[in-house]
């Protein structure tokens, strides 16, 4: 039988590099298939991706030895949505697609009517795509692979840069698209709301070979400690159904669901220990040109407090964490940091104060030394030199660097780089630590790592405050949470509250535990057992 | 802001930029302020009638120009050779030919602007593109790398800020103007260079190599109003030089000063 897609006995090693990126992997795809590449971050899957659609060593040059059979038309999807379009508009773009292929012009027209149509993109043509949000770009991407009509689609991460909300829509659009015959190969980092579709999931090791394959609910159960141990997020509640889990008061999952309720309860009903305050917002305005973006804001952040602000794309939280260390001016009220107004602050003094980790730590970096970097401030202080060893060097022991102390910031990993981006804010005791969404992007090892530095922090006394969009992390973390929605704060309280409150909450998910609560308590009133 | 509506976007982009750099070339070779003067007025003219411009338009796009045409006017005037002193006071001596020579200047660079402004305010990026790989043969390759590279730009301005913003909480002052333009642009070419592989990869994904045959969506081409257009803008510029001359202001610019 003539072979669809498949690879044998590949390996890839790049230039410049003296170790294989991927070895021996065979693959065999049958067409219509939906085959997901699993393991941990740097195993080489992209790069079996890359391989299977030809973009290695077509376009990007490395050294390839085996055979590849791939069908004619193959399309790609990337994670970055701001670098994967050439064109203006809409329209455009798509159209590229078809212009690429030679298409006569005057069949265009109904054939970007159709892609956008599929990739349910419901915009005028002449869009400019730099309006669109991540998730419309992402699907804009779609439509163009679409227009493609390619027998293959290769799936880079396609949901990595967009919050859940937008990886929801997005996965829920590839599955309706997955059920005509199409092959989809895919590598993500967030399996919710993918894995359960899949036919075949192939797992990775960190070397670059294949240590397993076949039906998700097998590697997930077969590898279990393989995953784990290479810290790949796993998903919330597959290969179980919450039928299954809510029906079995002993599984595994009901009782830690339970076990993470009762501590998030304990600690929202914990007495408010008297703090002093760090930070006391009044009544701010701020505003872009003539459109508020928050609006008579008013809150205090008190020593070894950790609050996370949550909230859909683009409801000001952004705006207010910068607000908070004084880089966006409000238009009216008053932010204080330990009682003074922040603008009489000397711009020196206020940074020993407050801390601020950027979404993209690299753009932060300033020296060319892990070392360096760290020690920066009291550098330019000009702090006494030992005191200054002293502390930089528990700070990189601290956030486990210690082994990079000499590379460049640039050439560590991504986990490695977030969490000097946060040791470099902590050389003064910052009193207040601001993150902007610190786990982004990262996978489950690096994260919880990260997180539990910061927790130490905490402990002694650091206030921090976090944008995020992960609702588990704010249950299971932040002691209160700050929802902002149409630029006023909507619930300002204990996680546990805003969770397990009646009301429906727009724009965020609930952790598990408290869709499962949810359903105990509404199922003693109304279906005695649950549907899906 | 580009507005597609008016009637001067609907002309071909490689025949209005062809048009607009030949009225230019000929201003160059005028070399008195009266026939300048004109060939500016009619400038502004054809952006209010074709162009959709009204006065607020102008005073907001052209107006700030003035502040250029009085500074070179004035450097011209205070400090250009001649011997027809009008007036003297200070270190500055005012001569007929500096006046004349300075108006011809400040004149002649105000009609560059409005004559560019007239251009770039009426005509689409895409459709220029577009009308320079099929009017001008520019290769596809270097077409649609430009388009790609545009949308670079505001790109590049949210990452500057951004680092700007991280650079003052970290308390980082580069000393030196090339010191602190090597801190900013390094990054930023870095993530540029990343970010112009990533978007050529995805273009190469989806099949483009700038060589093979294709079939594009826009196909501008010259009409019978893109010559018209031409015709109207070249007769309108030659009589307001025969009228010129005819006044006797008119003077060329291999003529040598006079007055």
Known sequence: ?532 | MVNTSVRLAQINPAVKLTAHLMVMLFLMMIADPATSALLWVLSIVIGILFGGWNIQYIIKRIVPYFAFFLLVFWMLAAFGKGEHIVGEFAWFRITEEGIYNGLTIAFRMLGFVTYGLLFTSTTDTTQLVMSMIHQYRLSPKWGYGLLAGLRFIPLFQSELSQMKAAHKIRGFHAQGKLKSFARYTLPLFTQGIRKAERVAIAMEARGFDGAKPRTYYHVPTIRRIDWMYCAFLFMAVLSLTALSFSFGWLHWTWNGSSA
């Open chain 1, 1 to 532: 039988m003539a072979q669809h897609l498949a690879c044998n006995d590949v390996s890839v090693r790049f230039y410049g590099t003296s170790s294989l990126t991927l070895r021996n992997v065979s693959i065999s795809v049958q067409p219509g298939e939906k085959v997901l590449l699993l393991g941990p971050s740097g195993c080489g899957k992209s790069t079996l991706l890359s391989v299977l659609s030809g973009i290695i060593p077509g376009t990007i040059e490395a050294e390839v030895t085996g055979s590849i059979i791939r069908p004619a038309s193959v399309g790609v999807m990337f994670q970055d949505p701001d670098a994967q379009f050439c064109m203006l508009t809409v329209g455009d773009e798509i159209a590229f697609s078809l212009e690429n292929r030679a298409i006569p012009q005057h069949e265009m027209d109904a054939r970007i009517d159709t892609a956008m149509k599929q990739a349910g993109l419901f915009v005028p043509k002449d869009t400019l795509i730099e309006t669109l949000s991540g998730g419309m770009k992402q699907r804009l991407a779609l439509a163009c692979l679409l227009a493609l009509e390619a027998d293959v689609l290769f799936l880079d991460e396609p949901t990595a840069q967009l919050d859940p909300q937008g990886r929801h829509d997005i996965f829920s659009l590839l599955k309706s698209i997955a059920a005509s015959n199409m092959t989809m190969i895919f590598v993500e980092h967030v399996l919710d709301g993918l894995i359960d579709w899949m036919d075949r999931v192939i797992l990775l090791d960190a070397t670059g070979s294949i240590i397993g394959e076949g039906t998700p609910q097998d590697v997930l159960r077969q590898y279990a400690k393989e995953i784990e141990a290479a810290g790949i997020w796993r998903p919330r509640l597959f290969p179980y159904t919450m039928d299954k889990v809510s029906a079995d008061p002993s599984h595994p999952l009901q009782i830690a669901w339970r076990d993470s309720l009762e501590q998030s309860k304990k600690r929202a009903q914990a007495p408010k220990q008297k703090r002093l305050d760090i930070c006391n917002v009044r009544d701010l305005t701020i505003s872009y040109g003539k459109t508020n973006v928050l609006e008579h804001i008013s809150f205090d952040i008190t020593e070894g407090e950790w609050t996370a602000i949550v909230g859909e794309n683009g409801a000001g939280k952004s705006t207010l964490l910068k607000a908070l260390a004084g880089l966006e001016k409000g238009r009216q009220g008053n932010i204080y940091i330990q009682n003074r107004p922040i603008r009489k602050w000397p711009t020196a003094k206020l940074y020993e104060q407050v801390g601020f980790v950027f979404q993209n730590p690299e753009l932060q970096f300033v020296t060319d030394r892990v070392y360096d970097e760290v020690a920066f401030g009291g550098r330019i202080r000009k702090f006494d030199e030992s005191k200054l060893s002293e502390k930089t060097h528990r700070l990189l022991q601290e956030f486990s660097l210690d082994a990079h102390r000499d590379a460049h910031p640039f050439t560590l990993s991504q986990g490695q780089k977030r969490r000097l981006s946060v040791a470099t804010m902590l050389l003064f005791e910052q009193k207040l630590l601001l993150l902007d969404e610190p786990t982004f992007g990262q996978d489950e090892a690096t994260s919880t790592q990260l997180l539990a530095r910061l927790m130490q922090r905490k402990e002694q006394g650091t206030a921090i405050v976090m944008v995020t969009h992960d609702m588990d992390i704010v249950d299971r973390y932040a002691d209160r949470v700050l929802w902002i929605s149409d630029g006023a704060i909507r619930f300002d309280g204990a996680p546990y509250r805003l969770f397990s409150s009646e009301e429906s909450i727009p724009g965020l998910t609930r952790p598990l535990s408290y869709e499962w609560e949810r359903r105990v308590r509404n199922g003693q009133h109304k279906c005695p057992i649950g549907t899906n």
